[in-house]
Each structure stands twice: as structure tokens, then as C-alpha cells.
């Protein structure tokens, strides 16, 4: 007789607890049991071994072998089936000691195994467990009463980076977003990770190649990035090219694992990059080391701009018929050849969308022309003889501002050092920027990003195999948005998680107690004009009701977190989590909805640098009560249409940016699931697959018993061919000559929009950071090598192999200035707040600065107060990223969008009392 | 090295059928509420039979007295849910903070002698009332053995050796600390109670000789 255990619980409670298992002596009738060490006798087996990996935003896409045995996973292991594509180092076997441990961690007290109901205050850790079906009616009656009496706008529905990278999981968020009319807050600029600078420059924010293509550079910059502990799975490129002969330089003001691996390491003081990148600008003009040809034709260095009104020379200042017709933005070079004043080509026909008609017909092939880079000439103009120059003469003189002599005295680096690095990277062919995204997350990482970019223009990289900025990509992703849209169109509503915030955790109020009245108003006023102008779109009129997070441990990472978690969280009248772990955000939610973790999910990777689609599987069933997101989201669905129907809500009248759509929540299931066509996360994964471009056509089981697949169109190391899923704007405006998504149709280093002369910012330049004064300390943040973002930074084993607890590095004068030795826990306070950590005293930190690796959840510090405390940075929305009506420059989700910034801020410390 | 046993006051046919369902119990009133309304049950029980004094009809009355939502929302307060995880975990290897190999043993000892959990208790298979359930099914086996109830004692006496009284002791002062004044914490002292006097009783039943030759 074979008794299963809820039989047992049943049957022993209704027969007065009998011996439920009679007949149970067969097993050891051949194996008498004598000693517990006959039960390791027997050799371990596994019940099967399922591919897979980790759905976190790591950027690794690891292909992992998970063991399993009697439902319980209980390690994994790298699968290192990678092909050697090419002349390059292969991709596998990768994997790192986070993923090794997962098998662990997903059986871990921070699991949510159940749907929760707060019962106690908001943050408190009072819960009560409740049934699915209670939690997603309450949340259902909520959700119709907001949408009805108010508008849909006012529900938000945040990602996380945990939950984007999931196809199959962001999809089904994605539909249901755009079936109920919910707003989408993204996380790309949430977070502080979007190029700002690069899209000004390039219209694209998607520049990255493979990981591979750093083994094809000549001159790799590793700028305010630590790839040795953050990118395990891949940093073996940079020491595999640094074998063969490439210069790896390491610029950080901290010294880092990766900065001990390479030839050279640079340390600015923090903050002063873009000085220092200017300044080897500025020795590459005066040594005349940069490629013209290059810069002649894929650049707008050439391009003539008036020294009266600091704007282009457009078609419009030189005739009637160009007053007229505004939207040809053509513009002038001078041409050597005839002396004379030229349209540069690849311009004009730039209606919206900006630049496309361009890429279509235009081209940037000079031809005949011999575009001068030097030079001022007079020019008759509707308003008269007027000075034209080129970009050029004027970079060439902002760049005096930044020769090494002056630069070293911004940034430490000594003047020596600035040449003999813009000499190698010069004489590089091609030379690479690969850099971090704390280089978006400054105030003016913007500017930095432009200098950069300049570096590698003036050398001729961009574009080139081993060349170019190398911070993001990203699939094109047609299988996901398809799958969102299906059926119904595009009808939803996508902000960035800045503005949400700006507009909604008073963070005018903090920028004037952290730096003042007049930046406050100053920078209200631009973020207002914006929105007023249409620049950027505002859903908030209604206020935001409800917030729902899924895959987004916001509480945690945002800026200011814990004046946000007080501002933003209060208002909110219903908060709902979807999480696998508890956290801050779940711990101050009032519904958390248990979500299944990597190994319990079938779903798809693809990921920018790794050129493998790959596959989560469902290795065991979720833990406990939990889900994953598509069935998460289809039990709200379904609640949704139950209870409106239930409840006799009628269709709303909706409308969405000019269009009025039709919302009958009855129907969100029916819409949610297709019609009864989609039922779970493998069928979505199947459509994303079939709707892809780029990914091979392979029926999810065929995936799933290969673990994973290259993705087409991987000739070298590039994203290079349309064939690729992957984004190849900017090598197509280099080797086929198409315009690039700019006003100006060309790699654009001068932007002469009206707010970026008003702040001096029409070519790249340097700008101070901010800081708060009377604190002298600036404190650094980067990611851990021992956690991704919060996850698995509480496991205990990885916690082991740390300090056991949080802890900021601190330099030794600045230590003993403060009467603190290695250990102490000291106090880390601004006028924003403080927190307490281990400090960790280092000579590798610069005096003057403070560093510590994040992700760390408050609940792990003293009074629960972790890092952001002290960082007061959330409202600090440049107003040059939110402007618009200039060709490229205006709202584009996930390309141009104003980032949240972490950086701009000072501290202090002491003993900890 | 094997180990003999002199089972002289062990009396099986006896004892056996109580301890099994001493051991029921316990285990269904460490189950969780939300997946079996647990205190439904008979209280007839005669705990007479055993073969040391214990008894814990008290504690069975005042579970009967309870509202279920109030057992089910005690028993996740302690149990299942908390900002840093449960304050009392009900999975040896999640109170015990993950050793290794810790679940394996488990496995181990479930696989040597037959018994198998249900899918969807897999992953639990360190849950308290799983591990009493194991006992019970033990002490089953002995009772049915006719050749080598022997294994069963001693399979009996080494899993409460090794995992029930490695953390049921702890789990019990745990609770006494929370003091969260609730029946868990009262079950969870009994039980401590009940595990300490059914293992002295384990050790003087069972003799234990070194022989050579294992």
C-alpha cells in the first residue's frame, strides 16, 4: 500500500491515527538497516537534468545544467556547449559562484511562498496569508474602482530588471498592461542605465557588440566599469586580448579587480571623467592624430554654425523658401574643392520620424566634396552678413579649456599620463570605450558619454569591428512587443520611472533641502515646460492609486530610497508586489503575490552581448504557492473580468495619447490569453520565438532539451548584419553610408537646441559635479561581484565569502583622520539621512571618497537604513534630457528618456557611536 | 561495524501502534492549517500505552478551541512568513540556516526505507511534520516487520537522533523567546517533550553492540 501524504494527514485525522503504512517494511527486506552509514551506501542519482539558467539582470545568460531528484533541485553545474564562433575566444563555459549557489538560495527563508495580505503598517513585517483567489479579487476591486472612477493611467505597473529580462514574463506584463490601459513605468532610465549622451550623439542608445568583439580592439578603456567582479561569465575577453597585444586600460577612481589585470590604470577624481576625456581630445587635435576622412563624413565637425546665435547655418537662414519649409533641416559644410558653401550630404527631408525618411534616401557619400574642418568665412544670410564656422574650430576651442596641464588639476591624473594614454588610444585601430552605466548615472554623465564618443570618432572607431562605445544593446524584440500588442494594437502607456517619481515622491521638496531653492525651481521649471510643451508625456493627472511592482526591488535601489518609500509609498493607496523574495519593496507592500524562482519557470534569455537565445525550463514545480509571471498576471486577469462583470462595469471610453480606446474589463482574460489561445509562459515563449527576428525557428522542446541556441546573423564579433535580432544602426551609417537618427543626420557632437546653449552645452564639455556643502566626502556605488542587484546578496555562504555584512571601503587617511580602524562600524550621514556600516579600510579607495558595492537590502543594516539614505539624488532630472521638438531630442522610451541620477552628492563619516 | 539489538522491553506489538499515532498526531498538528484543517481531530486517543508517561490531552483540548482563522494566522506568523523570513522556520534545514548535506540525509534516510513524498511536498521534505510523519511510518514498519524490525528501531533511533532532536529542542526555546503566547509554542513544548522520552526510551530498548565484520 503506497500512502501519499495528504492521504496520510486525511486519513490519520478521520481513523483516529492508526498505522497508516502497514506494508511498508519492503524496502529494507534486501538491505537490512544497521547504521546511518548504510544510507550512503548507495550511489546518488538524479531523477533528470533540465537546462537552464538565471533570469536576473546580469547580463550573463549562462547555460547551466540543473540537477534534480525527488522534486528538489540540488546543484547546478555549466553546461559549456558553446561553438568557437570565428577567430575569437568561445563564449562558455560560463556561469559564476551566484548561479552555483542558486540551488540553495531558492530554498532560502527569504523565499515568498505564499500570497500575502498586510496586516500590521506598511513596512512593519505583519502578514497574513491569504488564498489566491481572495488576494487577486481584492487586488481586481481595487484596480476597477481606480480605472473607473478615475483612469487607467492612474495604476502603474513597474518592471524590474529582474522581470525585463525574461521574455516570456515581460511580455505577459506587457499585455497585460496594454489591454487594461495601466501605465508602464520603464526601469532602463528608473535605474540610472540609459546613454543619454550616446542617443544625442548617435540617435541610438544601442551601440553595443558581442562580448567578444573586446578581443578584436587594438585599445580597450574599461571607463567606470569593473568587469573582473561584475561580468564573470565574460571578462576573460579583456585578459584574452590583453594576451594578444591589446592595450587594456582601467579608469576608475577606486582600484578595482579589473584595474589590477590591466596595463594601465587611470584613477580621475570622481566625477571628472569627462575632463579627462576631453583632454585627450584636446591632445588629439593639437597633434593632429585623428582620422579626417572619418570625421569628414560621418561626423557633423564639418558642419558650419553661426558664431552670432551659436545655431546651425540651416537652409532657413539663407532663403524664403527654406523659412518655409523649417522641416528640411539642411545643412552647410564648406567644401575645399570649389571654396564654397555646400549641403552636406545625408541632410534635409528629416520629417518625424526624425531621420528615417533620411536613412532611406539620403546618404553621407561626400563624393566631390572636400569638407573643411578649419576656418571662418562670411556668409549673406535673411539676416544679413553673419560669421560662420565649423564645429570643429569651436570644439578646438572648448578643448583649450582642457589641455593635460589644466585637466590634471580637475582630476589628479597627471598630465604625462593624459597624453601618452591619448597617443596609445589614438594609434589604436580601432580603439574601444567599454563602459559601465555609472557613467549614466551622473548629472552629467550625458557629457561624458558625448566626450567619449568624440574620442572615438576623432579616432575612427565607432562602427568598427573591436571599436565604438560598448555600453547597451538590446534584441529588437519584435516577438515581445508583438505579443503585447496582438489582437488589440498598441494602446498602452510607457513613462520612465523618473518622472513617475518626480512627479509623485516630492522630489522638488528634497531638491530644495538638498541643493536649494533656486536649482530646484530652476530645474521644475525646464521638467514643467517640458511637459507643457509635449516633450515628454505625463500620466499623472490623476495622481497616482496603485502600484504594482513586479521583478522591481524599487524600495531598495531608487535614489533616496527611504524618502521615496515614505513619499511615493504613502500616497499610493494600494501596493502590490510580485516577488520570489522578500525585500523592502514587498515588506512595505499590502498585497505580495508569491512568483516562482529560475528553476521553477519556463521562459527565454536573450540578452545584448551573448549571442545565444536561451532557455529557463521548469526544472521542479514552484515552491509553495508560488507562480510565474504570465500565470501571476493571468489570475488578476481573470479576477479583473469577474469581478467587472460581477460588479456590471461597462466599458470606459479611454483615451491614450490622441486615441480613444475601448477598455472592457470583462474581457481582460479573454484579450489577456487570446482567446483561450495562450494558456501558459511556454506558449508565449513559443510566440516570441515564431515572431522574432533573428531567432532560429525551434519549437520550445526542442530548446529546452538544447539548453540554447545562437541567435542568426553572427558573422564576427558585431552586430553588424540585418539578419542579427540584434540593433546595427550605427555600422550601417558606417560602412553603407546611411544617415544616421539625428537632426543633423551625422554623428552629432553640436547640439544647438535652445536649452543646451542656454547651460553651455552644445558640445561636449566638462561640469562640476555637485556636492552638498560642508561635506567633503563623495561616495562611489558599484555593482557586486557576490549579488546581482539585491539578489542573493543575503545568502549566507556568498555572505561568508565577503565580510559577512555590509561594508564601505574608506581610505586609510581618511580613516585615521576620524579615529577609525578597520572593522568599525561607522556612521555615514549628509542632511539627507545616514546609515552604518562595517568600514573597510583600503589604499586602493582615493582619499576624499567613500565606496561601497550595492544591492545591499536595508534590512541587513542597523535600523534598517541602508546606503540610499544619504543619496538625495532622485529629483536631480537634468532639464537637457528632457528636451524636445529638435529632430531626435524629445520622448523615446528606452532611448531617450531623463535618467535617475545616483552620484551628485557628498557625505560624511564617523565612528559609530 | 554493525550494530546489535537486544529489544527485551521494546515491545513492539504493544507500543507501537500508540507511539506511531503519538507521532501522527504531532505531525498533523505541526501541518499547516491552510492545507488541512488540522485540529479535526478524535481525541480519543489513549496515550496509556506508551511505554513512558505522557500525555497531551490539555494541549488537544485548547486546539479544538480555536478558530481555525486564528490557528491559520499563528501558525504563519510563526511559521511561514516574515519580513526576514519566518521568525521560527518549520524546515529543519531552513532553522538550522542550510548545512550541507542536511536535506541529502533526509533523502537518504526517506529513499533507504521506501518512503515517498507527493510531488507537491517535495521541496519540503525538511517540514516538521514531514519528518514526524517519517517516524510514524517507522514505527509502522517495525510494527509490520516479521523478520528485521531491527532496521526499523534503529532507523528509528538514529533519524531522531539526527534530525528531530537536532532542532525540535531549539525550535521550542525559539518559540519560548517569541513568546508570541499562541498553541503552536505549547505543541512545539510538548513535542520537545515528547521526542526526549521517546528517544531515553529508544536508547534503554535497544542495546547497542559493536560487532566485527560490518
Same mark, same amino acid.
Given at each position: ?97 551566484? $548561479? ?33 483567489? !481572495? ?40 499585455? +497585460? ?35 567578444? =568583439? ?125 571654396? =564654397? ?33 578649419? $576656418? ?10 553673419? *560669421? ?59 557629457? +561624458?558619454?558625448?566626450?567619449?564618443? +568624440? ?9 568598427? *569591428? ?45 531638491? !530644495?533641502?538638498?541643493?536649494?531653492? *533656486? ?27 496603485? $502600484? ?18 515614505? %513619499? ?14 522578500? $525585500? ?21 534569455? +536573450? ?97 529546452? !532539451? ?8 553572427? *558573422? ?7 539578419? =542579427? ?105 549628509? %542632511? ?82 | ?39 479535526? &481531530?478524535?481525541? /480519543? &486517543?489513549?496515550? /496509556? ?9 490539555? &494541549? ?5 478551541? &480555536? ?12 511559521? /511561514? ?29 526517506? /529513499? ?103
Amino acid at each position: 500500500m503506497k500512502i501519499n501524504r495528504r492521504n496520510f494527514l486525511k486519513g490519520s485525522a478521520s481513523t483516529g491515527l492508526i498505522l497508516q503504512y502497514s506494508l511498508s517494511n519492503e524496502a529494507v527486506a534486501e538491505n537490512p538497516y544497521r547504521g546511518f552509514e548504510d544510507l550512503y551506501r548507495k550511489k546518488w542519482t538524479w531523477d533528470r537534468v533540465v537546462r537552464g539558467t538565471h533570469g536576473t539582470n546580469c547580463a550573463g545568460t549562462c547555460a547551466f545544467n540543473v540537477y534534480v531528484k525527488d522534486g528538489v533541485v540540488w546543484r547546478e553545474e555549466q553546461q559549456g556547449q558553446y561553438e568557437q564562433l570565428g577567430d575569437v575566444p568561445d563564449f562558455g563555459p560560463r556561469g559564476c559562484q551566484k $548561479g552555483m549557489r542558486h540551488h540553495k538560495y531558492m530554498y532560502g527563508k527569504q523565499r515568498i511562498l505564499y500570497p500575502l495580505k498586510r496586516v500590521g503598517d506598511r513596512g512593519e513585517g505583519k502578514w497574513e496569508r491569504i488564498s489566491w483567489e !481572495q488576494a487577486t479579487t481584492e487586488i481586481a476591486d481595487k484596480f476597477l474602482d481606480y480605472a473607473t472612477e478615475y483612469s487607467p493611467e492612474c495604476i502603474s505597473y513597474g518592471s524590474g530588471t529582474q522581470m525585463s529580462n525574461k521574455l516570456a514574463s515581460y511580455a505577459s506584463l506587457l499585455r +497585460l498592461a496594454n489591454i487594461t490601459g495601466i501605465t508602464v513605468p520603464e526601469f532602463f532610465s528608473g535605474v540610472g542605465d540609459l546613454p543619454t549622451g550616446s542617443y544625442m550623439t548617435l540617435g541610438q542608445v544601442y551601440t553595443g557588440d558581442t562580448f567578444a =568583439s573586446v578581443y578584436k580592439s587594438k585599445c580597450v578603456m574599461i571607463w567606470m566599469s569593473n568587469p573582473a567582479a561584475t561580468r564573470i561569465p565574460d571578462a576573460h575577453f579583456f585578459w584574452e586580448a590583453k594576451y594578444n597585444g591589446t592595450q587594456v586600460i582601467a579608469v576608475s577612481p577606486e582600484f578595482t579587480p579589473t584595474a589590477m589585470h590591466s596595463n594601465l590604470w587611470l584613477n580621475p577624481k570622481p566625477g571628472t571623467d569627462a575632463a579627462l576625456a576631453m583632454s585627450m581630445v584636446q591632445v588629439m587635435l593639437k597633434e593632429q592624430l585623428y582620422k579626417a576622412n572619418y570625421i569628414q563624413e560621418q561626423t557633423d565637425l564639418p558642419l558650419l554654425v553661426r558664431t552670432d546665435t551659436k545655431e546651425f547655418l540651416r537652409r532657413e537662414d539663407l532663403s524664403l523658401y527654406g523659412l518655409l519649409a523649417v522641416a528640411d533641416n539642411v545643412y552647410y559644410m564648406w567644401d575645399q574643392t570649389t571654396n =564654397s558653401m555646400v549641403q552636406a550630404p545625408g541632410t534635409g527631408r528629416a520629417d518625424k520620424p526624425f531621420g528615417r525618411d533620411r536613412r532611406k534616401y539620403g546618404s553621407l557619400e561626400l563624393g566631390d566634396i572636400k569638407p573643411t574642418l578649419e $576656418g571662418r568665412w562670411l556668409i549673406d544670410t535673411l539676416d544679413g552678413e553673419v *560669421e560662420v564656422t565649423t564645429v570643429f574650430e569651436l570644439l578646438k576651442e572648448e578643448c583649450e579649456n582642457y589641455t593635460p596641464k589644466k585637466a590634471s588639476e580637475i582630476t589628479g591624473v597627471s598630465p604625462d599620463v593624459i597624453e601618452k594614454t591619448a597617443r596609445v588610444f589614438a594609434d589604436a585601430e580601432p580603439g574601444m570605450i567599454y563602459a559601465g552605466y555609472a557613467s549614466c548615472k551622473w548629472l552629467h554623465g550625458d557629457l +561624458l558619454q558625448r566626450a567619449m564618443l +568624440l574620442m572615438l570618432a576623432l579616432t575612427g572607431s565607432t562602427g568598427k *569591428e573591436g571599436g565604438g562605445l560598448q555600453i547597451a544593446n538590446s534584441p529588437n524584440a519584435r516577438g515581445i512587443t508583438q505579443f503585447g500588442f496582438s489582437d488589440v494594437g498598441p494602446a498602452f502607456r510607457l513613462i520612465s520611472s523618473t518622472t513617475w517619481d518626480y512627479d509623485h515622491a516630492d522630489m522638488k521638496e528634497l531638491n !530644495q533641502k538638498i541643493y536649494g531653492n *533656486e536649482l530646484a525651481e530652476k530645474f521644475d521649471r525646464y521638467y514643467k515646460k517640458s511637459i507643457e510643451e509635449d516633450w515628454f508625456p505625463d500620466y499623472s493627472q490623476n495622481g497616482w492609486k496603485m $502600484g504594482i511592482f513586479a521583478g522591481n526591488n524599487g524600495a531598495n535601489w531608487r535614489a533616496t530610497g527611504s524618502t521615496w518609500r515614505k %513619499t511615493a509609498f504613502e500616497e499610493l493607496e494600494t501596493i502590490v508586489s510580485l516577488a520570489p523574495d522578500m $525585500g523592502v519593496t514587498p515588506l512595505f507592500s499590502d498585497y505580495v503575490l508569491p512568483i516562482a524562482h529560475h528553476y521553477e519557470r519556463n521562459d527565454l534569455m +536573450l540578452q545584448s552581448r551573448v549571442p545565444y537565445l536561451q532557455v529557463l525550463n521548469e526544472a521542479v514545480p514552484p515552491l509553495g504557492e508560488s507562480v510565474d509571471d504570465w500565470e501571476a498576471n493571468r489570475r488578476i486577469a481573470e479576477a479583473i473580468s469577474r469581478r467587472a462583470k460581477e460588479r456590471g462595469i461597462k466599458p470606459i471610453q479611454d483615451a491614450v495619447d490622441g486615441r480613444t480606446i475601448r477598455r472592457d474589463y470583462a474581457k481582460t482574460l479573454e484579450l489577456y490569453t487570446m482567446g483561450g489561445r495562450v494558456n501558459n509562459s511556454k506558449d508565449v515563449a513559443q510566440f516570441i520565438i515564431n515572431a522574432s527576428h533573428g531567432v532560429p525557428k525551434i519549437s520550445f522542446e526542442e530548446l529546452s !532539451q538544447r539548453g540554447m541556441v545562437k541567435v542568426e546573423g553572427v *558573422e564576427n564579433t558585431m552586430w553588424d548584419t540585418d539578419e =542579427s535580432p540584434y540593433h546595427n544602426e550605427i555600422v550601417k551609417s558606417v560602412n553603407k553610408k546611411l544617415p544616421y537618427e539625428t537632426f543633423t543626420g551625422r554623428q552629432q557632437f553640436y547640439i544647438d537646441h535652445e536649452w543646451f546653449i542656454e547651460f553651455g552645452e552644445t558640445l561636449p564639455t566638462f561640469k562640476e559635479p555637485l556636492e552638498i556643502e560642508g561635506y567633503p566626502m563623495r561616495m562611489m556605488m558599484g555593482h557586486a561581484r557576490h549579488g546581482i542587484h539585491s539578489m542573493w546578496r543575503d545568502d549566507s555562504l556568498l555572505l561568508s565569502l565577503q565580510r559577512g555584512e555590509p561594508d564601505i571601503y574608506v581610505n586609510p587617511d581618511d580613516a585615521t583622520q576620524r579615529g577609525v580602524t578597520d572593522g568599525d562600524l561607522i556612521r555615514v550621514y549628509n %542632511t539627507a539621512g545616514e546609515f552604518s556600516a562595517m568600514a573597510h579600510v583600503s589604499s586602493g579607495i582615493q582619499p576624499g571618497m567613500l565606496f561601497m558595492y550595492h544591492g545591499w537590502d536595508p534590512k541587513m543594516f542597523k535600523d534598517d537604513k541602508n546606503f540610499s539614505e544619504v543619496i538625495p539624488t532622485g529629483g536631480l532630472i537634468k532639464p537637457t534630457s528632457m528636451a524636445g521638438d529638435y529632430g531626435h531630442l524629445g520622448y523615446q522610451p528606452l532611448a531617450f528618456a531623463p535618467n535617475q541620477t545616483y552620484k551628485d552628492f557628498t557625505c560624511d563619516f564617523e565612528k559609530s557611536a | 561495524m554493525e550494530r546489535a539489538v537486544i529489544s527485551i522491553k521494546r515491545d513492539a506489538e504493544v507500543t507501537s501502534p500508540t507511539r506511531a499515532a503519538a507521532y501522527a498526531l504531532f505531525s498533523q498538528l505541526m501541518a499547516s492549517p491552510h492545507e488541512i484543517k488540522s485540529f479535526n &481531530i478524535k481525541t /480519543e &486517543i489513549s496515550f /496509556e500505552c506508551l511505554p513512558y508517561d505522557f500525555d497531551i490531552k490539555d &494541549i488537544l483540548d485548547q486546539c479544538l478551541a &480555536i478558530d481555525d482563522a486564528d490557528l491559520k494566522q499563528q501558525y504563519s506568523a510563526l511559521f /511561514e512568513v516574515g519580513d526576514e523570513g519566518p521568525p521560527a522556520p518549520i524546515r529543519e534545514d531552513l532553522f538550522l540556516a542550510q548545512p550541507a548535506k542536511l536535506r541529502e540525509d533526509l533523502v537518504r534516510f526517506y /529513499e533507504y526505507f521506501g518512503y515517498q513524498l507527493n510531488e507537491e511536498f517535495q521541496w519540503q521534505m525538511d517540514h516538521l511534520s514531514i519528518e514526524l510523519e517519517f517516524m510514524h511510518f517507522l514505527i509502522a514498519g517495525e510494527f509490520g516487520a516479521d523478520d528485521d524490525k531491527l532496521s526499523f528501531q534503529l532507523g528509528q533511533f538514529d533519524f531522531i537522533e539526527k534530525h528531530l532532536n537536532n532542532w525540535v529542542p531549539q525550535l521550542s526555546e525559539k518559540l519560548i523567546i517569541l513568546d508570541h503566547g499562541d498553541i503552536y509554542t505549547k505543541i512545539v513544548i510538548e513535542l520537545s517533550k515528547f521526542l526526549l522520552h521517546d528517544f531515553n526510551w529508544q536508547k534503554e530498548s535497544i542495546s547497542q553492540i559493536d560487532v566485527a565484520g560490518g
